[in-house]
């Protein structure tokens, strides 16, 4: 990597990089591939595998491994062998982008400079651990990425760098994900640049404008019908791809995919499918009618509206439910 | 042409008062701003003379948002790594200047910057076409720059919607922003809305309310945050569909 013509003189820093999802993986490319020494890569241990997979190894251990950097996947982050391990590296800066555990104060304290993580979210709204599909379940249509120095709370460490993202129409959780990821690799270079040579001062938030993003369940995905069909599409996005906002209709279980909220009235009690044709199934909601672009029912593979009417033949005025029903 | 979903405003800190610009950087910054514009003139590419990297060092030190400095200077390129130095996110250079593009925005962006090109109002579009796909940010100046409080030229604003189809058109995977300076207030800010970014100098920092002499110096830092958000969010719900 050719040297940097700005900056000149500061010697490279020696970071631990804590990180375990695909999300971090492009922060972890971009600071080995910079002026500073990545020395360790900390992630969550592997997961075991599931029926007929295979044990998922974490995307940031895989990375560390390619760049033959050493790594750690540590069962437990709080106690003194920790400590120990990070302070064995001699760490000018631990760079922290979706670990997936809160920090203790020694683990704060033990780089030379502290502990920065790159948020997907313009802090302080929606700190947690699902800041992208809250901001889309609360139909926000610009997001970012924070980093910021890190303290013993929940995302409530001072400000470093923001940077704003207009959200896409029409984008999901996971295509936000993809957007937001590069964002916070260059945001959180810049922000280690710009540390060493003392251009950002850390600016506390303001956590009267603070807003949760708590981490999602499974059942969190269920359509509520009732409400107007703009929300729908938020609760759609930001479920997608995980959980997966999903509804019942003749008591099978059906992932809504895709879909947009139409502004004509619907005539007819919230979750009632009104016309089914192949450019998608329009049902009504609260206020106005959603219509259903691409579902996936279970145990089939996902599909577009023509190829579902193809295989089930729902009725016009058929309701979907919230659960199963009796059938 | 359709205009973009949601615009980013960067106030240009030429309007604000010298005597406090910490203040008025940090004020801005909770505006709802998405960036702050620093206006470099060196009195030789344009008749005015502002400021130099220390001026941007201390901006850089009020503000978490990304330091959009665009650079009114000629030989731009001797300059260019002590701005990024001192807190640059994004650096803009004038085509106008650089007689090798090319090698100039290579520097911006091996010194850890974005890369932006303006243009002065009266230089033709096609001077973008070699460097389109290469930059992270395209500046269409709607005045000829050197001072703030002017009222935009006519057919550079016309030129802003030909830039916008010429990004649209190139259909690249990361199409550089479109930002657009010069005259931009709350009553006119329609006429901008087809860049992404607008720079608003006297729109955001002279909004009426904090004209009056003796009141904006005695506004204090949340009065001032206030005043300027409702700067932003007039020009903003102008460009609203």
């Given at each position: 990597?050719?040297?940097?013509?700005?900056?000149?003189?500061?010697?490279?820093?020696?970071?631990?990089?804590?990180?375990?999802?695909?999300?971090?993986?492009p922060?972890?490319?971009?600071?080995?591939?910079?002026?500073?020494?990545?020395?360790?890569?900390?992630?969550?241990?592997?997961?075991?595998?599931?029926?007929?997979?295979?044990?998922h190894v974490?995307?940031?251990?895989?990375?560390?491994?390619?760049?033959?950097?050493?790594?750690?996947?540590?069962?437990?982050v709080?106690?003194?062998?920790?400590v120990?391990?990070?302070?064995?590296?001699?760490?000018?800066l631990?760079?922290?982008?979706?670990?997936?555990?809160?920090?203790?104060?020694?683990?704060?304290?033990?780089?030379?400079?502290?502990?920065?993580?790159?948020?997907a979210?313009?802090?302080?709204?929606?700190?947690?651990?699902?800041?992208?599909?809250?901001?889309?379940?609360?139909?926000?249509?610009?997001?970012?990425?924070?980093?910021?120095?890190?303290?013993?709370?929940?995302?409530?460490g001072?400000?470093?760098l923001?940077?704003?993202?207009?959200?896409?129409?029409?984008?999901?959780?996971?295509?936000?994900?993809?957007?937001?990821?590069?964002?916070g690799?260059?945001?959180?270079?810049?922000?280690?640049?710009?540390?060493?040579?003392?251009?950002?001062?850390?600016?506390?938030?303001?956590?009267?404008?603070?807003?949760?993003?708590?981490?999602l369940?499974?059942?969190d995905?269920?359509?509520?019908?009732?409400?107007?069909?703009?929300?729908?599409?938020?609760?759609?996005?930001?479920?997608?791809?995980?959980?997966?906002?999903?509804?019942?209709?003749?008591?099978?279980?059906i992932?809504?995919?895709?879909?947009?909220?139409?502004?004509?009235?619907?005539?007819?009690?919230?979750?009632?499918?009104?016309?089914?044709?192949?450019?998608?199934l329009?049902?009504?909601?609260?206020?106005?009618c959603?219509?259903?672009?691409?579902?996936?029912?279970?145990?089939s593979?996902?599909?577009?509206?023509?190829?579902f009417?193809?295989?089930?033949?729902?009725?016009?005025?058929?309701?979907?439910?919230s659960?199963?029903?009796?059938? | 042409?359709?205009?973009?979903?949601?615009?980013?405003?960067?106030?240009?800190?030429?309007?604000a008062?010298?005597?406090?610009?910490?203040?008025?950087?940090?004020?801005?910054?909770?505006?709802?701003?998405?960036?702050?514009?620093?206006?470099?003139?060196?009195?030789?590419?344009?008749p005015?003379?502002?400021?130099?990297p220390d001026?941007?060092?201390?901006?850089?030190?009020?503000?978490?948002?990304?330091?959009?400095?665009?650079l009114?200077?000629?030989?731009?390129?001797?300059?260019i790594?002590?701005?990024?130095?001192?807190?640059?996110?994004?650096?803009t250079?004038?085509?106008?200047?650089?007689?090798?593009?090319?090698?100039?925005?290579?520097?911006?962006h091996?010194?850890?910057?974005?890369?932006?090109?303006?243009?002065?109002?009266?230089?033709?579009?096609?001077?973008?076409?070699?460097?389109?796909?290469d930059?992270?940010l395209?500046?269409?100046?709607?005045?000829?720059?050197?001072f703030?409080?002017?009222?935009?030229?006519?057919?550079?604003l016309?030129?802003?919607?030909?830039?916008?189809?010429?990004?649209?058109?190139?259909?690249?995977?990361?199409?550089?922003?479109?930002?657009?300076?010069g005259?931009?207030?709350?009553?006119?800010a329609?006429?901008?809305?087809?860049?992404?970014?607008?720079?608003?100098?006297?729109?955001?920092?002279l909004?009426?309310?904090?004209?009056?002499?003796?009141?904006?110096?005695?506004?204090?830092?949340?009065?001032?945050?206030?005043?300027?958000a409702?700067a932003?969010?007039?020009?903003?719900?102008?460009?609203?569909?």
């Amino acid at each position: 990597m050719s040297e940097s013509p700005a900056g000149g003189g500061t010697t490279p820093w020696r970071i631990i990089f804590m990180g375990t999802p695909e999300f971090a993986v492009p922060t972890l490319e971009a600071l080995a591939a910079g002026p500073d020494d990545v020395v360790a890569v900390i992630a969550q241990p592997d997961r075991p595998a599931k029926r007929g997979r295979k044990v998922h190894v974490p995307p940031t251990i895989q990375v560390a491994r390619r760049l033959a950097i050493p790594t750690h996947q540590p069962a437990r982050v709080r106690g003194p062998r920790f400590v120990e391990t990070l302070a064995h590296y001699d760490p000018d800066l631990i760079v922290v982008v979706a670990y997936g555990r809160i920090l203790t104060e020694a683990v704060l304290e033990c780089p030379r400079h502290g502990c920065v993580n790159v948020h997907a979210s313009l802090l302080p709204k929606y700190r947690g651990a699902s800041p992208i599909q809250w901001a889309l379940l609360r139909g926000e249509t610009v997001t970012g990425v924070t980093t910021m120095l890190m303290d013993a709370g929940l995302d409530t460490g001072d400000i470093l760098l923001a940077r704003e993202l207009p959200i896409p129409p029409g984008a999901n959780a996971g295509e936000l994900h993809d957007l937001l990821a590069p964002i916070g690799a260059e945001l959180l270079v810049e922000t280690v640049a710009r540390m060493k040579r003392g251009t950002v001062r850390p600016r506390p938030q303001d956590s009267r404008l603070a807003t949760r993003a708590p981490l999602l369940k499974k059942e969190d995905g269920l359509i509520d019908w009732n409400r107007p069909a703009r929300e729908i599409d938020w609760h759609v996005r930001g479920m997608t791809p995980w959980p997966g906002a999903f509804t019942f209709l003749d008591g099978t279980r059906i992932v809504v995919l895709d879909g947009a909220a139409l502004p004509q009235p619907a005539d007819a009690p919230p979750g009632t499918l009104l016309k089914a044709e192949a450019s998608g199934l329009m049902v009504s909601t609260g206020e106005g009618c959603y219509q259903v672009r691409e579902l996936k029912p279970e145990n089939s593979r996902a599909m577009a509206p023509q190829a579902f009417l193809c295989g089930h033949r729902p009725a016009v005025g058929a309701r979907f439910s919230s659960d199963r029903g009796v059938s | 042409m359709s205009p973009p979903a949601h615009h980013s405003i960067a106030p240009s800190i030429l309007s604000a008062d010298f005597t406090r610009i910490g203040a008025e950087v940090e004020a801005v910054s909770r505006a709802g701003a998405g960036l702050i514009h620093v206006d470099v003139m060196d009195g030789r590419f344009v008749p005015n003379l502002t400021v130099g990297p220390d001026i941007v060092s201390a901006v850089a030190l009020a503000t978490n948002l990304p330091l959009d400095v665009h650079l009114m200077i000629v030989e731009p390129d001797r300059l260019i790594p002590r701005f990024v130095d001192a807190g640059a996110s994004i650096v803009t250079v004038h085509v106008e200047a650089c007689p090798h593009l090319h090698r100039t925005i290579a520097l911006i962006h091996d010194c850890g910057a974005r890369a932006g090109v303006a243009l002065n109002p009266a230089t033709p579009l096609h001077f973008l076409g070699p460097v389109l796909s290469d930059i992270e940010l395209v500046l269409i100046m709607t005045v000829d720059p050197g001072f703030g409080g002017q009222d935009p030229i006519p057919s550079a604003l016309r030129k802003l919607g030909q830039a916008r189809r010429l990004i649209d058109k190139a259909g690249l995977d990361r199409p550089p922003a479109l930002e657009v300076d010069g005259g931009v207030k709350a009553h006119n800010a329609g006429d901008f809305a087809a860049a992404d970014i607008l720079v608003a100098g006297s729109g955001v920092f002279l909004w009426p309310e904090t004209q009056e002499d003796t009141h904006k110096s005695s506004l204090d830092g949340d009065q001032l945050a206030a005043a300027y958000a409702r700067a932003v969010s007039a020009i903003l719900g102008a460009l609203a569909p």
